[in-house]
């Protein structure tokens, strides 16, 4: 070992060593020689992390080796200076933001050498057995604070593709060996087993389609040609909610359906796959036309939304569509997948149940997020996020019925940012859940401020992050908030979105009736939008459904969107259930609603969110109200 490396912390012997050794050497590597089968592994890994270092690395018993790599120079290859042998016996992905302030790794000779490892994020490569072969690794001279879960995941669907092939490569050996014995039975049987194992690690077991890893590598090799070609990423909508309601058979069966219907209408013009639980994707060749490829993608979309009949009942299923052409967009197939994948996350976000073709300007967005994601940290620690409030108001007669409590950023460089340029890297990152507590601990601070001076009846409204369902005792952190403010059950309502159940559905629905047991009202934040809704009306423990903005906007002049509210309103008496519009900016819109039942409203004609010291002055509440900050809430919390 190289000097100064004498009190790094070295790599654990597992307890399975022997076992794991002796299966390592069922693989024939004992050469050390590469295998090539791995090399669009480490590419894509690579690539899609835009690392400068990928590694499949196997670990012997005092010493590693790569059986695949790329950007990787001269290294220490022995055990004791390994990081890949500290990520085997990790049960995860081993991510290390910057190894030079790990006390594990500060003094690593990789680290304090030439190499100069900063970062490193690793995942097991496991045998059938479970035993730790080595791990597929991605590095970089440079820290990185933002390998997200989402990047773990993609982690470890790249290592289940390399174990695969790795699996084929033992099985090859097996079979070789049964030769040299002259036992060609058992080597018709392992072969018979390369077979089924080639069928297992390239398709998908349910649909029959391509699975994940072969999809990658046929946009790969697509491109190495390179051919013109153009990728869609389909998700299904809303397709848990209607996995759990009718079960998981009639979810399968609609999963092999939809599969069979894009085989059908793709045919031999390119490839059809399932890339992940209700996520598919196509790929299709000599398509050079952003429009063709959006026609195509909207014909797809009405292929999958025809009626499926499983048992003499008749389904509905909708679709989103993201697509991305080469080389018209990028000749990089990580980076044309990213593109669809951007593509379709704004479709999802727009609307459901639509297609997008990626422009240059979602990927300045995507950017924009992950530097807003990296920004993000900076914010909570000093205190930079605010709320202000948007008067709720009763239509019958005016009056103040509370305020939805909504989140702004005062960036110190760009000002005061509204919710759309912060929260989807807000909610996708680790601080979804520290900065939702904030929220519901200032809200309720206000709240609980106003009531005291004269709002008696007072409601204060509270948007959720889907991350703070993660914790076990979310109700009992509602509940001590309310009480540590003095505030009654039903002065707080939690405002949900279809997006938070469809995540967390199980978990959101015992969460919400242990609190709606308690007094709290639920309501149920853009409703009419997406496709679960009716299902939730039923399921979920709701008091109130939030007629969408979109509806409002169009009422007085479209007849679909007057159709919409009606029916929400009818449904709403029909459950129950109180109502509150959205996005009220005009007299006939507020009196429309009036005249049709709605019970409350909010929206620029009825009052613009503000400061806490401009409400209390708009609607008469003294003294003036508490004004807390973020930083002081994190610091005596």
Not at 414 to 427: N, T
Not at 547 to 571: E, N
Not at 627 to 635: E, W
């Amino acid at each position: 070992m190289r000097s100064g490396a004498r009190s790094m912390k070295c790599p654990p012997i597992l307890p399975t060593e022997v076992e794991r050794l002796k299966a390592l050497s069922e693989y024939g590597l004992a050469d050390e020689q590469p295998l090539p089968s791995l090399d669009s592994v480490v590419r894509i890994a690579a690539r899609m992390f835009g690392m400068p270092v990928s590694a499949v690395n196997m670990i012997g018993s005092d010493h590693v080796f790569f059986a695949a790599s790329t950007g990787i120079g001269e290294v220490d290859m022995s055990r004791d200076a390994s990081f890949c042998a500290h990520a085997i016996a990790q049960d995860d992905v081993m991510v290390i933001p910057d190894a030079a302030v790990d006390e594990r790794f500060h003094d690593n000779p990789l680290v304090t050498g030439s190499a100069g490892l900063r970062f490193y994020a690793g995942v097991p490569l496991l045998s059938p057995n479970g035993l730790a072969l080595g791990a597929l690794c991605v590095i970089d001279s440079k820290p990185h604070a933002d390998f997200s879960p989402e990047d773990q995941s993609r982690l470890r669907e790249l290592a289940n593709m390399a174990s695969d092939r790795l699996e084929l490569r033992r099985i090859e050996v097996s079979a070789e060996h049964a030769v040299r014995l002259g036992t060609p039975g058992y080597a018709a049987a392992y072969q018979g087993d390369a077979k089924e194992l080639y069928k297992l690690a390239n398709f998908d077991i349910l649909t029959g389609l391509a699975n994940r890893g072969r999809f990658f590598r046929q946009v790969e090799e697509a491109l190495t040609w390179p051919l013109d070609v153009a990728v869609v990423m389909i998700d299904l909508d809303g397709f848990k909610d209607v996995n759990d309601t009718l079960g998981h058979a009639v979810g399968d069966h609609i999963l092999q359906e939809v599969a069979q219907r894009l085989e059908t209408y793709v045919g031999d013009t390119g490839t059809a796959a399932r890339i992940g639980g209700d996520e598919f994707a196509l790929l299709l060749n000599e398509v050079t036309d952003p429009q063709r490829a959006l026609e195509f993608s909207n014909e797809v979309n009405d292929a999958i939304a025809k009626p499926i009949i499983i048992d003499g009942q008749e389904i509905r299923i909708a679709a989103s569509c993201g697509v991305a052409l080469a080389p018209l967009h990028t000749n990089n197939p990580v980076e044309l997948l990213g593109n669809a994948d951007l593509a379709l996350f704004r479709a999802k976000t727009n609307r459901r149940g639509r297609s997008l073709v990626f422009e240059p300007s979602l990927r300045m967005e995507a950017a924009a997020r992950r530097l807003y994601g990296m920004e993000i940290h900076r914010a909570v620690k000093e205190g930079e996020f605010l709320l202000v409030y948007q008067p709720q108001i009763r239509l019958s007669d005016g009056a103040l019925t509370g305020a939805e409590a909504l989140i702004r950023w005062r960036h110190p460089i760009r000002g005061l940012l509204a919710p759309a340029a912060f929260l989807p890297a807000l909610e996708r990152g680790p601080l979804a859940a520290t900065v939702g507590s904030w929220v519901l601990d200032e809200a309720c601070a206000q709240a609980a401020l106003w009531r005291r001076n004269g709002m008696k009846a007072f409601r204060m409204g509270v948007n959720l992050f889907g991350a703070q369902f993660r914790s076990s005792d979310f109700a009992k952190e509602v509940i001590d908030t309310l009480e540590k403010h003095g505030l009654p059950p039903g002065s707080l309502e939690l405002e949900i979105t279809e997006n938070i159940v469809l995540d967390h559905d199980d978990v959101v629905l015992e969460k919400l009736r242990d609190l709606r047991a308690y007094g709290v009202g639920i309501a149920f934040d853009d409703f009419g939008t997406g496709y679960a809704s009716l299902s939730l009306l039923k399921r979920y423990p709701l008091t109130r459904i939030k007629i969408d903005r979109s509806f409002v906007d169009g009422m007085l002049t479209s007849k679909k969107d007057a159709s919409v509210v009606r029916a929400i309103l009818d449904m709403a008496r029909a459950f129950d259930l109180e109502t509150i519009a959205e996005g009220i900016e005009r007299e006939p819109e507020r009196d429309s609603l009036l005249r049709q039942g709605c019970n409350e409203g909010q929206g620029y004609l009825l009052g613009k969110p503000m400061l806490s010291s401009y409400f209390a002055e708009a609607f008469n509440i003294v003294p003036p109200p508490l004004v807390g900050s973020m930083r002081q809430a994190i610091m005596t919390g």
